[in-house]
């Protein structure tokens, strides 16, 4: 399976994305692996401008060196700056599988989608907690992936915003099977299964797994929302 098969052809399972903004950076090739090891399905890179969030993190250079490391692996790469344009073709020369860009930025996406997927990666469109889902809708359809932000980003540990889930609802039924839906920021244990109940197939946890001791019981954790769910006959 190619990297980009990875979230394209998941069917109906839900993936688990660790964010490596948690990760020990100083061991970040050891802790990813730890992770995919421990049942992770792709990795989540939170890329931050200091412009469109209050924030810096990571760019293309650790983007090419998880790919030197771990060739096979989906790099979903989530842009948050104010201008992702400039950045499709130096996260694609470093091996990105996807590209995720925000709404709030380019509201006429479309054209960029395409250069993304001219570039080689799969293209994904992300909406922030305050944005109205009518932003996005028009546009589904055009994308491989929905991220739907469940914190205004910036910084993993914070609480998550149960309201989103209503977003998931919407775009949800607008779908192919192919089409991903992501959820993003303060998903744990506890929060995974209303995610999935809204129709996330994508789970991304940055403290919930590089927080936990044991990264197979935190993934398992994610995972488990699923069963409790089939358990109760919600799906
Ligand atoms: C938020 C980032 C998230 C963040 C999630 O700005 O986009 O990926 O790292 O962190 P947790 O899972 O701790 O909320
Ligand atoms: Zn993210």
Redesign the pocket.
Known sequence: MSSLDVLTKAGSRVLVAP?I??ADFARMGDECRATLEAGADLL?L?V?DGHF?P?LTMGPALCASLRKALPDVCLDV?L?VADPAKFIRPFAEAGASNFTFHIEVVPQPDKLAKQVRAAGMTAGLAINPPTDVSTILPWVSEFDLILI?S????????A?VPEVLEKARRVKPLLRPEQRLEV?????ATTAPRCIEAGIDVL??????F?SPDYRTAIRSLRAARAAIGKGGNR
Not at 184 to 188: K, L, M, S
Request: glycine content about 16%; charged content about 5%.
């Open positions: 964010s903004l948690s989540h939170d931050m969030v924030n989530h948050m932000m914190v205004n980003p910036g910084f993993s540990g914070q998550f993003d920021g303060g998903v744990n991304v946890a940055a403290s919930a797994i927080g």
